[in-house]
């Protein structure tokens, strides 16, 4: 959705760049004023022949760019193959009620290990 929002505002920017009302760049595309607000609101989503038209004639060109997306972390995906999905598939059935019990008990029984830890090492 933001981007559809972002297209609207660059489309609106070129717009008044080119000393357009939206009244003017409608009657230059061939479609209302309304279309254009609601293009510029970020209310519809504009196929790419119509941001090719509302840019060209505000002076502008449209230059549609393929950028290569980074590469996946080598160690996360190692990480995901060994993910036991019994346990998160059993945690989904539970209720909110149940995780939140579940993760208190757990915090209890660390901080009792963390104690057990602390006095045995003082006993050393």
Not at 48 to 68: I, K, M, N, Q, Y
Not at 89 to 118: F, G
Request: proline share 2%.
């Amino acid at each position: 959705m933001n981007n559809i929002i972002a297209v609207g505002r660059l489309l609106r920017k070129a717009r008044r760049a080119g000393g357009l009302t939206q009244t003017e760049l409608a009657v230059r595309i061939g479609t209302s004023q309304s279309a254009i607000a609601k293009l510029e609101q970020g209310s519809t989503n504009p196929t790419l022949d119509t941001l090719h038209r509302c840019a060209s004639a505000s002076g502008f060109a449209v230059r549609l760019e393929l950028v290569p997306l980074a590469p996946a972390d080598a160690v996360v995906e190692r990480y995901k193959q060994d993910v036991d999905r019994t346990l998160l598939r059993e945690n989904r059935r539970k209720s909110v009620d149940e995780r939140v019990r579940t993760l208190a008990e757990w915090q209890e029984n660390a901080s009792a290990l963390q104690q057990a830890v602390r006095n045995a090492r003082k006993k050393t």
